[in-house]
């Protein structure tokens, strides 16, 4: 399935159906007076997270979505059925953006989540709502109320418990089909991955989800290479797993080429919790690797760890690292929920 993690759409919600002017007219019934019934309210435009979906494909190719109209109202005090409410199933992370793709109209994390979008026009009345005791017949009855319409931005956010970044060929999608079941494209030339990639991760005590993301280049904040496009997807991470190409010549400066691009994103990536690696140690000598991580230790600040996906050296020993992070991160979030700081 092809991944896409954009769409603009149109969306609209149901007209309400009009109310109808009719009189009771029966044989020896005399002076049957009005009975014309209401119309029915227009079709919601509702939004469903769902499961099992991970790309917004299915609004690439159909642009226009539109709730059915309520039926009109009829003769012997008979209401119009409601229009059927448009349902438009969206996978989890996806937020709905106005036309202007900054004002947020609906944020879908959760599984089962149900968010009314745009509401039906309301229902017409039918004479028979206007007959008062000055007024036997009435010939006045009001049409439905159009729905509501506006073009919309769907935005997928794919929520893993770790993403993995780095520059080009750092060595990405080489860990995640290492540790899962995962099978992205591998190649040595930059830029082979173009899309993000998931893989789940099991053991015994739990699972987590990592996301592949295609590689940063110096200025992907200001849009050059793939840009920022890619990088909303580590917005709900609870760790971000840096990965540094340990064949390179200046493996500080490469690490400062991302971490720049982080910070500039905005504060939501630049205090999540970041575990740097050395990668491709199986190409390394040793004094090479205690070089580049005592360099890597100082620029950071923080540990390095030595790592090499091809020949899963230290694999199990990062997913130790990981899995303690994001349960980390989980008790966190819980706490803060608890506190009232989270919505």
Known sequence: MKFLDEAKVFVKSGDGGNGCMSFRREKYIALGGPDGGDGGR?????????????????????????AKRGNHGMGRD????????????????????????????????EVGQRIVLLEGGQKGLGNARFKTSTNRAPRRTEPGEPGEEMWVWLRLKL????????????????????????????????????????????RMDGELVIADIPGLIEGASEGHGLG???????????????????????????????????????????????????NKSDALLDEEIEEKKAALEQASGGPVHVMSGVAKIGVDDMLNVLFDAVEAARLAEAEAEDEGYLP
């Open 42 to 66: 227009g079709g919601d435009v509702v939004l469903e997270c769902v499961e099992g979906l991970n790309t917004l494909i299915d609004y690439r190719y159909q642009q226009h979505f539109k």
């Open 228 to 278: 920022t496009r890619f990088l909303g997807h580590v917005e709900r991470c609870g760790a971000l797993l840096h990965l540094i190409d340990g064949t390179a010549e200046d493996v500080v400066e490469n690490y400062r080429i991302v971490r720049t691009e982080l910070d500039k994103y905005g504060p939501v990536l630049k205090d999540k919790t970041e575990i740097l690696v050395l």
């Open 78 to 109: 008979r209401t119009g059925a409601k229009g059927d409410d448009l349902i438009m199933k969206l996978p989890q992370g996806t937020q709905v953006l106005a036309e202007d793709k900054e004002t947020i109209l609906a944020d879908l994390t």
């Open 159 to 202: 929520i893993a418990d770790v993403g993995l970044v780095g520059l080009p060929n750092a060595g990405k999608s080489t860990f995640i089909s290492a540790v899962s079941n995962a099978r992205p494209k591998v190649a040595d030339y930059p830029f082979t991955t173009l899309h993000p990639n998931l893989g789940m991760v099991r």
